[in-house]
């Protein structure tokens, strides 16, 4: 029998955490001088959608942010720019360390963040394990009531292109979108599992259990 524990603490969305509010005049890098930001790298909590807000219409421009995700590697994902709103990266950072734009800003004030949703690094399980998985997820609610949802994917943890794993919720909807304690199963093994929990403040603990080698 393996059992994995892992707890997942999150806290309010920073909108400055990255980049404090600034025009960029062209094409290139943003100043990484925000929040949460040390010589030119902002680092997270926990593992999170980075969110870049204008107050202008940048929708015609692409913003690239690069860092690394929840296990430490190295990914980069490009997004739409924002139109006087606040867009978010699918992918989860816990460090960014550089931010560029494509073009001069139309907004006068942009600021790059984190929010959304925060996640735990993939929790890869044994797939020659007995198709016999347990889970529970415990929330600690001294700290909050986060919305949370567990996932699950295919791709091979220890092969897989950082940031290019596909992720599933669980088939169980009692173990999707929940702000209470919960148990549930797996009737086939998962290459891994994650934790995903909203940003508001908050934690939450999730506890796997696999059966044996399956293997004759």
Not at 20 to 39: C, D, E, H, K, R
Not at 83 to 92: C, H, M, R, S
Not at 111 to 132: K, M, Q, W
Not at 153 to 169: R, V
Request: charge should be neutral.
């Amino acid at each position: 029998m393996r059992q994995i524990t892992k707890k997942l603490t999150t806290g309010a969305a920073v909108g400055n955490a990255v980049c404090a509010s600034q025009q960029p005049l062209a094409a290139g890098a943003l100043t990484i001088n925000g929040a949460n930001a040390t010589a030119g790298v902002a680092t997270f909590p926990a593992a999170y959608a980075v969110s870049i807000t204008s107050n202008g219409n940048d929708s015609t421009r692409t913003f690239t942010v690069t860092g690394t995700d929840a296990a430490g590697n190295v990914i980069s994902q490009t997004v739409t720019g924002p139109n006087n709103t606040t867009v978010f990266t699918t992918l989860a950072f816990k460090t960014v360390t550089r931010v560029t734009i494509s073009a001069a800003s139309v907004g006068t004030a942009i600021t790059v963040g984190f929010g959304s949703f925060a996640v735990t690094e993939p929790l890869p399980l044994d797939i020659h394990g007995r198709p016999d998985i347990s889970l529970q997820v415990v929330v600690d609610t001294a700290l909050g009531t986060p919305t949370w949802t567990v996932q699950q994917t295919l791709d091979n943890p220890f092969t897989s292109t950082p940031g290019t794993m596909t992720w599933f919720d669980h088939p169980d909807v009692n173990l999707v979108s929940q702000t209470v304690n919960r148990q549930g199963n797996y009737a086939y093994v998962p290459a891994a599992v994650r934790l995903r929990i909203n940003a508001t403040a908050g934690a939450a603990t999730l506890t796997i259990i696999q059966s044996g080698d399956n293997r004759a």
